[in-house]
């Protein structure tokens, strides 16, 4: 008899965090910054110099954001190592029952948890302690290269339709055929997320769908109210 190991999704929050805001907001932020430039009706070369650099400047932002934010993280998580690998050397019998306490917290009976601790301390005692401690381990710990490159790749990639829509559709329904096709990708980019993370997608595109309009609407409206006819 064959055992089909379980899905899990945990693992892929890393990267699929990164990528789908970076999707998400390279379509949105850039569609947005078309909607309200068209809406202030310019030429065409404006609203693609407009969708050029909102992708651009997005795209690099996004990933030094990233960068900068998981490094603060990882750079958290290494300070803890150390500490505790400092901790161990020193007083390992206080940790070995700091350790032994975690299980118990867990449910073990005191013998029980006191003989994991003894057993996984033998195996690998920082490990232990960096994985039920401190809540790191391979799946959780940060990476900011990744991460980085995750969200500059996706915010790009994003940021591609509303360009090429600032390309192609005509100039008096520009702001219509925006707010179309990044509605239809933004359905498509929440059901994906949704499926790939093994939650509702329902929920995920209404919810992407909502918030996308607002975004949208609000900087037509600003367009519309503040923009000056550029010709």
């Not at 996984?120 to 799946?139: F, P, Q």
């Not at 509702?200 to 769908?209: G, H, T």
Request: charged residues 20%.
């Amino acid at each position: 008899m064959h055992h089909q190991l379980e899905k899990h999704y945990v693992n892929r929050l890393g990267w699929l965090r990164a990528a789908v805001l970076g999707a998400n907001d390279g379509l949105l932020s850039t569609t947005s910054i078309v909607i309200g430039v068209a809406a202030a009706e310019p030429e065409r070369h404006i609203i693609i110099l407009a969708a050029l650099a909102g992708m651009i400047a997005g795209a690099m932002s996004m990933a030094a954001g990233e960068y900068v934010s998981v490094s603060s993280q990882e750079d958290t998580e290494k300070a803890d190592l150390i500490r505790e690998k400092r901790e161990l050397e020193e007083m390992p019998e206080a940790e070995l029952r700091e350790l032994a306490k975690v299980y118990e917290k867990r449910g073990c009976s005191k013998e029980t948890a006191m003989q994991v601790a003894i057993e996984l301390t033998e195996h690998n005692a920082l490990e232990a302690h960096a994985r039920d401690e401190l809540g790191i381990n391979e799946i959780t710990q940060a990476k900011p290269l990744q991460a980085a490159i995750a969200s500059f790749g996706s915010f790009a990639v994003g940021a591609l339709l509303p360009f090429t829509v600032s390309l192609l559709a005509p100039i008096r329904q520009m702001v219509y055929f925006q707010y179309g096709f990044s509605i239809i990708f933004l359905m498509f980019l929440g059901a994906m997320s949704a499926r790939t993370g093994g939650s509702s997608i329902k929920i995920a595109v209404m919810r992407i769908c909502f918030w996308g309009t607002v975004a949208m609407g609000i900087t037509a409206l600003v367009g519309h109210l503040f923009g000056v006819n550029v010709s």
